[in-house]
């Protein structure tokens, strides 16, 4: 092995590190720091603070799918390194969002006894649903260690959740945020923020898939259902 390929290999392996801190770190950071119940008035300036990291974040995710900035991006690394740099990105940024996340005083609800066990479960369910989901796509693939197939030759496949609904992953993430005993509010903002943001970006992503996968069109009318099956 050469040394660019010994290099770029390096890169996608730090990648995924990369990528596994942070998801750890948003699970930490969600379950402990934003779980702590603060007093107090609430102040416009940290909602706006917070949905502004968040835009920030997530217009990563829209800009990084557009085709021109994908070709930018192979034209400053080799095309095989293109998921792993979005990861990279990605992933730093998921750190500094929940770093710089601002608490949100007051406490939505707060569930104690069966409701509590409910809630856990529910959340442990989210947790199950992400990470079989990211199984049957292929967990290095998307991590940035394995280069991604060519448009062309994508499969979308019908095993488990994606037989159920087309953004499995995104249906865990709302489980996973929305699931929990105690909503402080600053859980509350993260939570509705990330989720509405998910509801705009299906429609974007599913319009650059259709357009570069014709076999998309054919995995649309097999599993209709984007997010909740029978219901959207």
């Known amino acids: 092995m050469d040394g660019h390929r010994l ?41 706006l603070i917070d949905i502004a990291l968040f835009s920030a974040f997530a217009l990563h995710h829209s800009v990084f799918a557009r085709d021109g900035v994908r070709a930018l991006v192979r034209l400053i690394f080799p095309a095989p390194l293109e998921r792993s740099v979005y990861v990279w990105v990605a992933s730093l940024m998921l750190i500094a969002v929940c770093s710089a996340w601002r608490p949100i005083p007051g406490v939505a609800w707060q569930m104690q006894g069966p409701g509590w066990w409910l809630a856990i479960t529910v959340q442990l369910a989210g947790v199950w649903l992400t990470l079989r989901s990211a199984a049957v796509i292929d967990g290095l693939e998307l991590a940035g260690v394995r280069p991604a197939s060519g448009a062309g030759n994508v499969e979308f ?49 599913e319009g650059t898939l259709r357009a570069n996968a014709g076999a998309y069109e054919d995995y649309m009318r097999r599993v209709p259902w984007k997010l909740l099956p029978r219901v959207y």
């Open 7 to 47: 290099a770029a290999r390096a890169f996608s392996w730090a990648g995924a590190v990369l990528f596994a801190v942070a998801i750890g770190y948003f699970l930490f950071t969600y379950s402990i720091t934003f779980g702590e119940i603060t007093a107090g008035p609430v102040e416009p300036r940290s909602v």
């Open 157 to 205: 496949k019908t095993a488990g959740p994606y037989g159920w609904v087309r953004h499995p992953i995104y249906l865990g993430w709302i489980l996973i945020v929305f699931s929990v005993g105690t909503m402080t509010m600053t859980r509350l903002v993260f939570a509705v923020v990330s989720s509405i943001y998910i509801l705009i970006a299906i429609p974007f992503e």
